[in-house]
């Protein structure tokens, strides 16, 4: 018969207490994700609230191709625009103060030709692609077969955990 493995440094001893040990971590691991997570509420206002905050400098490439779209010049445009984003950063950063680059570039004669549209090109679903409808795919294709197969085991009471 072969034996691959006996009497190598792949069968040693380290090896048999190793991988146990690691399953061990990974349910540690694992439980304090659950005591962590459990209860956790998300605030869809807070939420918004802090995309929003950061949503115009996230916005300002879009704002930049309207303006070269409409004929203005791509790199007198990338300027006017960073230093706008600076100089708003600062006064978020620095003073505390609300995000006032569209309000910057709203004044800006340079970006005259989005003036009338900023609202629109800073609305947060033209930053999210596809990830809406990769969750819900994902959730319908992988998670919701899961969860209807091992139906029985949610809602069972964890013994067995780590608080902190």
């Known amino acids: 018969a072969n034996q691959w493995f006996e009497r190598t440094l792949d069968d040693s001893a ?14 540690v691991v694992l439980n304090l994700l659950m005591n962590i997570a459990d209860g956790m509420v998300v605030w869809p206002k807070v939420v918004e609230k802090h995309v929003m ?54 004044k800006d004669p340079l970006f005259k030709a989005v003036h009338d549209k900023l609202d629109t090109l800073v609305d947060p679903k033209m930053f999210t692609g596809r990830a809406k409808e990769q969750v819900e795919e994902f959730l319908e294709e992988e998670i919701k077969p899961v969860l209807e197969k091992e139906k029985g085991l949610l809602g069972k009471e964890v013994v067995d955990g780590v608080n902190v």
């Open 53 to 106: 905050e950061e949503l115009p400098f996230m916005a300002t490439e879009v704002i930049l191709m309207e303006c070269v779209k409409a004929g203005g010049d791509r790199q007198e445009l990338h300027e006017a625009i960073r230093l706008h984003s600076m100089d708003a950063g600062a006064v978020v950063k620095g003073e505390g103060k609300p995000n006032d680059l569209l309000e910057r570039i709203a």
């Open 14 to 27: 380290i090896r048999r207490i190793i991988l146990p040990e690691g399953f061990l971590a990974v349910d």
